[in-house]
């Protein structure tokens, strides 16, 4: 059982590193030192600051879009080469052919993250900024968020046909995310019920983002304490748990006939 799983995972990581991931660090590498070069010339003071919100940020961006892309697109591009037919034909189950893609997708964003993380402390070492506990949250979380992200990708791609809708469902479900408890807050101020029953839907059906975004305590150097996170690590972890299992439950009753 484990022998296919670990081929799957191999797999999928080999396919995803072919989507050109070697030249979104290349990029990654080349807009953060130029990014830098420029932050040394406007700015006296706040350097570090500066120097860990782009960072931090570019990473954040620019893993996120490829997770989408990886998890959104994973059954159609298998439909588009006619390969599903092959693999469910095999004696692997289907949720086991999920969960092993998704965490071949995983291998390749887990790598990515750590290529990045090293360089931007790389860089941060290089101007003398020192590195907190804070930037270690930041990095670590963001893993957490990706790993989310990858769920509610995962779980469009099980049943959508289309890797367009699910990228642009996973992409909105990403804004509301990060903005749930804005809306949640707003909704609580309004009058009507009916918007307080949606802000209050919005709030505890859509992942709270927000919780994994680690970044203004690292641009600030603000102390985090142990109990934190690790109910964010829990929350992300529960969640994800949650959207895969709907995402197996979807995929053994999808007719590829």
């Known amino acids: ?71 959104s697109g994973l059954i159609s591009r298998e439909i588009e080469r006619r390969t599903i037919f092959l693999m469910v034909s095999k004696p692997l189950s289907r949720g086991a052919f999920l969960v092993g893609r998704l965490f071949g997708n995983m291998l390749t964003v887990t790598v990515l993250l750590l290529a990045m993380a090293a360089l931007f402390f790389l ?59 804005d809306i949640y807050s707003l909704a609580r101020k309004s009058k009507s019920d009916a918007l307080q029953a949606l802000g209050e839907a919005v709030y505890y059906v859509l992942p709270n983002l927000s919780r994994f975004n680690y970044r203004p305590q690292a641009s600030y150097a603000t102390a985090i304490s142990s109990s934190q996170l690790l109910s964010d690590m829990a929350y ?22």
């Open 1 to 71: 059982m484990m022998g296919p799983f670990i081929a799957l995972t191999l797999n999928g990581f080999r396919e995803a590193r072919r989507n050109r991931v070697t030249l979104l660090v290349a990029l990654f590498a080349l807009s953060l030192l130029l990014s830098s070069s420029l932050v040394v010339e406007v700015t006296v003071g706040v350097f570090d600051r500066v120097l860990t919100d782009m960072g931090l940020g570019s990473m954040s961006l620019m893993l996120v879009l490829l997770t989408i892309f990886l998890s």
């Open 123 to 181: 860089l941060m070492v290089f101007y003398a900024v020192p590195i907190t506990p804070a930037h270690m949250a930041a990095v670590g979380m963001l893993w957490f968020e990706l790993w989310v992200l990858s769920g509610v990708g995962f779980l469009m791609s099980s049943f959508s046909h289309h890797q367009t809708v699910s990228a642009f469902v996973t992409v909105s479900i990403y804004a509301a995310g990060n903005l749930s408890s």
């Open 236 to 257: 992300g972890a529960a969640y994800t748990a949650v959207l895969v299992s709907l995402a197996v439950l979807l995929f053994n009753r999808r007719d590829f006939r």
